[in-house]
């Protein structure tokens, strides 16, 4: 094979796989339309607890703490937002605002229904924005309503946006289902709460959240309108509307959630707003420890990165609650950086970086991890007792063959189950 020349050194992609860094984006060509920053904002105190998170007031300010620790200085997590109809809500809340005004990096906003009520009732609680729900597709408009339609739900909307101005706080329109809203409905109602909030200035500028509650958008330009996020973006911000004041909230109903929180960000949006591990209704929120390791690789957060290695007291903290990630769950699952073959074990062995993604130890704190199977071979031995006693053996070693020969034994005998390094500890210090 002529055409295939040998070089002196491998090609390892450095600009794309930097040593110690995530993945980065090598562009040939960079979307003109990325913003000038991007960050996240985080809903675990609203949408987490919907979706079945059991919190007690001690619960929820820990997890405020830790996505401050998180986030650090980075501005990686800018917001966080909570229920308030609840006493115990409310005392988280108070909790994150006494640290906010304290100097925590993440300002706690709340979230209400489109109400006068329920502004009035935010506005005596010491924060400067609030969510509110303004369910957009005519799924939500014919059917919730009564009579349902779409003039009422505007006019409910607006009423409900100008009590929270008149309360002194941004309003914040969640655009529920915006990924099955008619466009003659969703953007002429964002043009409308513009020009209601015109008056009131800076402080009263409005955000707009595009949520797509049932995970159904694409993250394709070319996919007509409601399926496709990058489209949304691109039309919602013609309206004047600037990227800082954009946010997206998608589900992962059809597993395109992070996929289409970065087509959001490429067409412009600023704004991701999701839970660290993903908790939320169903199949969850935008799982924002994977949104932010791509935005770190988009460039941003270039002179401060999040703490990654924060989020283990997290996974530990839901596993207490009967809550963890499941085992395979990309980065903090237990099973996330685990091996079982033995051409892995033997890669991993030979240049460690062949079977891992990025540096796992280094970045998220978590070890390369190997379970023993009846596929593992002698790599698999071999690994496993450096990683724990840093001691290296060969394979031709008599000792690490007869471990080997013990343990094919038991798998020939039927054992279906791994073995882990608890179980041959003793063996392995007898053996050295």
Not at 198 to 203: I, L, Q
């Amino acid at each position: 094979m002529t055409h295939i020349q040998d070089v002196p050194v491998a090609q390892l992609f450095p600009e794309a796989y930097p040593a110690g860094r995530f993945p980065q984006f090598v562009w040939t060509q960079r979307p003109t339309t990325l913003p000038a920053q991007a960050w996240t904002t985080e809903t675990t105190h609203r949408d987490g607890q919907q979706g079945g998170l059991p919190l007690t007031v001690s619960q929820g300010v820990k997890i405020y703490d830790l996505m401050c620790a998180f986030t650090g200085t980075s501005g990686a997590i800018r917001q966080a937002e909570f229920f308030v109809y609840r006493a115990s809500d409310r005392e988280m809340l108070e909790a994150a605002l006494e640290r906010f005004r304290g100097g925590a990096p993440v300002e706690p906003t709340t979230w209400i229904r489109a109400s006068r009520k329920d502004a009035a009732l935010v506005g005596s609680l010491g924060v400067r924005e609030t969510g509110m729900l303004a369910s957009a597709s005519d799924y939500h408009t014919f059917y919730k309503f009564t009579p349902g339609g779409r003039s009422q739900a505007a006019r409910t909307y607006l009423d409900a946006v100008q009590a929270v101005l008149d309360a002194g706080l941004k309003p914040r329109l969640h655009l529920e289902d915006a990924t099955r809203a008619p466009r003659e409905f969703l953007l002429p109602l964002v043009e409308a709460v513009l020009e209601l909030a015109a008056p009131y200035g800076a402080t009263g500028r409005p955000k707009f959240r595009l949520c797509d509650t049932m995970g159904l958008g694409l993250p394709y330009q070319g996919v007509a309108w409601p399926r496709s996020v990058p489209q949304m973006v691109c039309e919602v911000l013609a309206l004047g509307v600037e990227s800082e004041h954009l946010e997206f909230h998608p589900h992962n109903d059809t597993h395109l959630v992070v996929a289409n929180c970065l087509a959001a960000v490429m067409a412009g949006c600023g704004a991701i707003n999701g839970t660290l591990l993903g908790k939320g209704e169903r199949t969850g929120n935008a799982p924002l420890e994977g949104v932010l390791l791509q935005l770190l690789g988009l460039g941003y957060f270039a002179d401060q990165a999040p703490d990654f290695t924060q989020l283990n007291a997290l996974a530990e903290l839901y596993e207490g609650l009967g809550q963890g990630v499941p085992a395979k769950y990309p980065l903090y699952g237990k099973d996330a950086h685990r091996t079982r073959a033995g051409i892995h074990a033997d890669g991993l062995n030979k240049f460690w970086p062949m079977y891992a993604p990025f540096d796992v130890p280094r970045l998220l704190g978590r070890p390369l991890e190997l379970s023993l199977t009846k596929d593992s071979g002698l790599a698999g031995l071999i690994f496993l007792i450096k990683a724990h006693t840093q001691v290296e053996l060969y394979k031709e070693d008599p000792r690490l063959q007869s471990l080997h020969a013990q343990l094919n034994a038991e798998f020939e005998a039927g054992r279906q189950t791994a073995v882990e390094w608890e179980e041959i500890a003793g063996q392995v210090q007898e053996l050295l």
